[in-house]
């Protein structure tokens, strides 16, 4: 059986997590915003958006004007009958998108380095996670016509879900801060963490 809150009835499990999700505040590179969450995923779900963006120093590096680096979602469900592919109650589905190098199109290691990303950022914040799975796709953007002058442009978009394991709710911050550091590394906001190397060409 769920424990409900009683003002209105959110199951206290759930409403206890997004209680901690709800105190993410945004930094100099990192705007964070509560977004809405998807209805048909699961019985409740939270969602937070975030862009991460240059600032003055990053602009004078990269040589180019460059507003927004990375812009992400993420989405927390909770079912509680915890369906069995979940393998728990709780489900953190992850969505980011960056604008790389065109020279990256053609890595073919891009994808995999992606998803080490991912795995070395929950593992930096010590989050334990089952059934983690995703993908990661190359966008090439291409303008004709009126639009021919613009240059091409290859996205990374990086889609990831995993189920935390979390025996106390305030563990779920560990989980979004991982989260973070992903969207910021996909980014290329140095420093990276410590062992991660960025891509060769990522836009600085």
């Given amino acids: 059986m769920v424990n409900t809150s009683p003002l209105n009835r959110i199951p206290a499990e759930f409403s ?19 977004i809405p969450a998807p209805a048909r995923l699961a019985p ?7 862009e991460v963006s240059a600032d003055e120093t990053f602009l004078r590096a990269s040589g180019e004007t460059i507003d927004e680096l990375a812009t992400g979602r993420i989405v927390v469900l909770f079912d509680p009958s915890a369906p069995e592919e ?8 992850s969505y980011i998108r960056a604008e790389l190098e065109h020279e990256l199109g053609n890595e073919t290691l891009l994808g995999h380095v992606a998803w080490s990303w991912l795995e070395d950022a929950l593992d930096a914040n010590g989050c334990e996670v089952l059934a983690a799975g995703g993908t990661t796709t190359r966008v090439l953007s ?4 009126t ?19 979390i025996d106390e709710p305030d563990l779920i911050g560990n ?30």
């Avoid at 997590?17 to 915003?33: C, P």
């Avoid at 291409?142 to 016509?145: A, D, P, T």
């Fill in 142 to 145: 291409e303008s004709f016509g």
């Fill in 175 to 204: 989980h979004f801060e991982a989260w973070i550091d992903l969207l910021s590394t996909v980014a290329g906001l140095p420093p990276l963490p410590e062992g991660v190397t960025a891509l060769p060409g990522r836009r600085r």
């Fill in 44 to 50: 409740y779900s939270y969602a937070l958006g975030a």
């Fill in 16 to 34: 206890a997590v997004t209680s901690v999700l709800r105190e993410a505040r945004s930094t100099n590179n990192v705007s964070i915003s509560e």
């Fill in 86 to 93: 979940w393998e728990g109650r709780f489900r953190v589905v």
């Fill in 147 to 165: 639009l021919a002058d613009r240059p091409a442009t290859i996205d990374l978009e990086l889609r990831a879900s995993w189920t935390p394991v």
